[in-house]
């Protein structure tokens, strides 16, 4: 079985402009979590989406957006890029929402650099 | 407000040493207490999901068991392979699939 895979794995940006990454789930998995993982601030979460509705969010400015697709698979969004949010954006997939046994599988991330 | 710690930040053993990673956690509800290993560069790879006081799981070297309070991820004879930062997350009732993690053990095992 395919694992989760993340599009683009490197991306370099300039202060201001906005990006797009793409997250799809393992097949089957309907939910998709996104977090931002910093050497300064560790892993933190971001959102998440179950069929197609985002259940949960973090504490990230408006900057930072999402979607789900009838596919499953997610995009994430950020507007008016700042330095600051340079960091590995990580994707993880799961068979359901919350449930006891609910196992969590990360893709390989997106580096972004923000310059 | 929920917390998880992670000790020892980093450890440096020798190959065959064994020793245990601590996560402690103070949340509001645990529904569950998941284990991850990272290499550099790389996304999280799954370990363990640990649901309730009592429970253990084993793979290969690795061992992990849950108390009320924290969890232990026990490596026993570790190998230069096992070298990797390894991560502890929680999982709230009531909070979907968002993970809170710790920050991390840095592990180096050495021949």
């Known amino acids: 079985k395919a694992g989760v895979t993340q599009t683009p794995r490197y991306l370099i940006k300039t202060r201001g402009q906005q990006v797009t990454l793409s997250c799809s789930p393992i097949?089957?998995?309907?939910?998709v979590s996104w977090y931002q993982q910093t050497p300064g601030q560790g892993l933190q979460f971001l959102f998440e989406?179950?069929?197609?509705?985002?259940?949960n969010k973090g504490n990230f400015p408006g900057r930072f957006s999402g979607r789900q697709f009838s596919n499953s698979r997610s995009e994430m969004n950020v507007s008016t890029l700042e330095l600051g949010d340079s960091a590995l954006y990580l994707c993880?997939?799961?068979?359901?929402?919350?449930?006891?046994?609910?196992?969590?599988?990360f893709g390989p991330g997106t580096r972004l650099t923000v310059l | 407000e929920d917390q998880v710690t992670q000790s020892p930040e980093a450890l440096r053993l020798q190959e065959g040493e064994s020793s245990s990673l601590n996560c402690s956690y103070t949340v509001s509800g645990l529904r569950g207490l998941f284990w991850y290993r990272q290499d550099p560069g790389k996304g999280p790879e799954f370990l363990f999901t640990?649901?309730?006081a009592g429970e253990e799981k084993e793979k290969e070297r690795l061992k992990a068991t849950l108390t009320k309070k924290e969890s232990f991820l026990h490596i026993t004879a570790p190998k230069p392979e096992d070298s990797a930062t390894y991560l502890c997350?929680?999982?709230?009732?009531?909070?979907?699939?968002?993970?809170?993690f710790g920050t991390g053990t840095q592990l180096k095992v050495e021949l």
């Open positions: 640990l649901y309730s």
């Open positions: 997350a929680v999982q709230l009732t009531g909070g979907g699939n968002k993970l809170t």
């Open positions: 993880a997939s799961s068979l359901q929402l919350g449930n006891v046994g609910n196992e969590q599988f």
């Open positions: 989406y179950f069929s197609e509705t985002q259940r």
């Open positions: 097949s089957g998995h309907r939910s």
